[in-house]
């Protein structure tokens, strides 16, 4: 499953964009299949006594999904050599049925020596979640 | 007594294999809301690349349970994560993961502290780094 011509991936080439939506039980579901049982990850009370609004997704889970964009993209996930996120804001995630919605956008940095290297944007209602995000895949 | 650059290089011992399954690998990629047929394959599926974090994870405890560091998982924050990845973690393999405290700067009671966790087989073979800046704060009362 390649999903482009890698020979052909050039700088500035825009990345197809990825809409994560997620609601409450994705939540609960990430924690459990990371064994991250931070309680900010599904209790509002312990949530809001360090200021937060409410539960919050990982930030590791807005990092694993938000890599789709590259890999949906490059087809086989084994080209990924690198991947670096900064976690600038939190994601938080109602009570609610509707959930929220994170925006990722991509595009090629650069491509040397075979590597292609990829800018990721991830906003949330606007505001950046992660920060100076990037990923290496390999095209050779 | 409290973490400082005096600490940089320490290294841990390295935790229990982990022997990765392809129900976790599913488990996993189904948390992340991704269908990549690469994490479902029949003959040898791998592992989503962040799912390095999981096992990595298992390293950090030995920050927190060392006391000469003084530092507590609930006054640390997790500012950044990179992964530097040789070949992805598959079904079958036995991930033993070692942790070096790699930078340390303090500024008042907050210490910005790198860690490195190197993943490799139990048999030797380099699996790639998992490397985290952590932002922690000092109990009141240490400096």
């Known amino acids: 499953m390649t999903a482009i011509d890698l020979a052909q991936v050039a700088k500035d080439d825009q990345l197809p964009t990825l809409e994560l939506h997620l609601t409450r039980p994705d939540v609960v579901r990430y924690s459990g299949a990371s064994t991250d049982f931070n309680p900010i990850h599904y209790s509002d009370r312990v949530a809001k006594q360090i200021g937060l609004p409410g539960v919050v997704v990982h930030g590791m889970w807005t990092m694993g999904a938000a890599l789709r964009i590259v890999t949906d993209w490059v087809g086989d996930p084994a080209r990924v050599s690198s991947y670096f996120v900064r976690f600038v804001n939190p994601v938080p995630v109602p009570d609610d049925d509707l959930g929220t919605t994170v925006q990722v956008e991509a595009r090629v940095s650069s491509v040397a020596d075979g590597v292609a290297t990829i800018a990721i944007e991830a906003t949330h209602d606007g505001d950046k979640v992660l920060g100076a995000a990037k990923a290496t895949v390999r095209l050779d | ?143």
């Not at chain 2, 992340?32 to 990595?56: K, M, W």
């Not at chain 2, 950044?80 to 036995?94: A, K, N, S, T, Y």
């Open chain 2, 1 to 143: 007594m409290p973490i400082s650059a005096e600490h940089v290089g320490r290294v841990y011992p390295a935790t229990k294999p982990y022997r990765v399954s392809r129900a976790k690998i599913a488990e996993f990629a189904i948390a992340l809301g991704d269908d990549n047929p690469a994490y479902f394959d029949d003959e040898c599926p791998i592992a989503p690349p962040t799912f390095a974090a999981v096992i990595a994870a298992q390293a950090w405890a030995a920050i927190f349970d060392d006391p000469d560091l003084g530092m507590a998982l609930r006054r640390t924050i997790h500012a950044d994560q990179r992964f530097d990845i040789v070949r992805p973690l598959r079904e079958g393999d036995d991930v033993v993961a070692t942790l070096t405290i790699e930078k340390v700067r303090s500024r008042g009671n907050v210490d910005m502290v790198t860690i490195g966790v190197v993943l490799a087989t139990a048999a030797g073979e380099e699996l790639g780094t998992a490397t985290s800046q952590l932002i922690h704060t000092r109990e009141e009362g240490v400096s």
